[in-house]
């Protein structure tokens, strides 16, 4: 089945310990991007990869990085998370790059608190 | 800058009457613009796409949206509201090549 996984899709965690949620898509979509979903705010782009080694940032990159070493994975990793960070993320994947008509899928999403 | 606004944050309609959530864009050229429905504790699911191929567009569970440049906008519509069309909305554009832009939502609620 097509998909886009991320875990883990709930996390607890406290001020400033680092951690990584995963992103797969087993579509062979050049382009990965996270999300970050707030309150009345709809979905901020966090950051985007059009390719493997291209990244670039979205409108809320401050406080995340991520990586893309191979095609299938985009991890989003918090270096130390903030109460700020709290929120629903998403990950989504498209092909190919540059193709403005093509949609994106989005994974389950990933709640996260940060204490 | 490319952007998008959704008129309205919260929609009411009685089951079986019509649904409008409106979207209105702006953009510099030709724009890419999409519907994505999220019900409660779900991902997003997209509903429809304007390719520049038709101004009219359609897309799953019986909605449409039309695209009009002159009043930029590309509001969702369908004829008959169903319970489990209660969600969150979202009107999206493609800023350049890569870039999503989502505007704020619109919550739908069915009432029966």
């Known amino acids: 089945e097509a998909q886009v996984t991320q875990n883990p899709r709930y996390l607890i965690t406290v001020t400033g310990k680092k951690l990584t949620v995963t992103c797969s898509q087993n579509?062979?979509?050049?382009?990965m991007s996270w999300y970050r979903q707030d309150p009345g705010l709809g979905l901020r782009q966090i950051y985007y990869?059009?390719?493997?080694?291209?990244?670039d940032k979205g409108d809320v990159p401050e406080g995340y990085k991520v990586s893309r070493k191979e095609k299938r994975n985009f991890p989003l990793i918090l270096e130390s998370p903030s109460p700020n960070q709290t929120s629903l993320y998403f990950c989504?994947?498209?092909?190919?790059?540059?193709?403005?008509?093509?949609?994106?899928?989005f994974g389950p999403g990933t709640r996260l608190t940060v204490l | 800058a490319q952007s998008v606004t959704q008129l309205d944050s919260h929609v009411s309609v009685s089951e079986g009457t019509p649904v409008l959530l409106r979207c209105n864009y702006s953009?510099?050229?030709?724009?890419?613009l999409f519907w994505y429905v999220q019900h409660p504790n779900k991902g997003l699911q997209l509903l429809l796409k304007?390719?520049?191929?038709?101004?009219l567009v359609k897309g799953i569970n019986g909605f449409e949206a039309e695209f009009k440049k002159s009043e930029t906008s590309f509001h969702l519509t369908k004829p008959s509201a169903h319970m489990s069309d209660a969600a969150e909305y979202f009107c999206?554009?493609?800023?350049?090549?890569?870039?999503?832009?989502f505007g704020t939502g619109t919550r739908l609620k069915v009432l029966a």
């Open positions: 989504a994947s498209s092909f190919p790059s540059g193709a403005s008509y093509n949609e994106q899928f």
């Open positions: 579509m062979n979509h050049e382009y």
């Open positions: 990869s059009m390719n493997v080694e291209v990244t």
């Open positions: 953009s510099s050229y030709s724009p890419s």
């Open positions: 304007y390719t520049s191929a038709a101004t």
């Open positions: 999206v554009v493609l800023s350049g090549t890569y870039k999503y832009i």
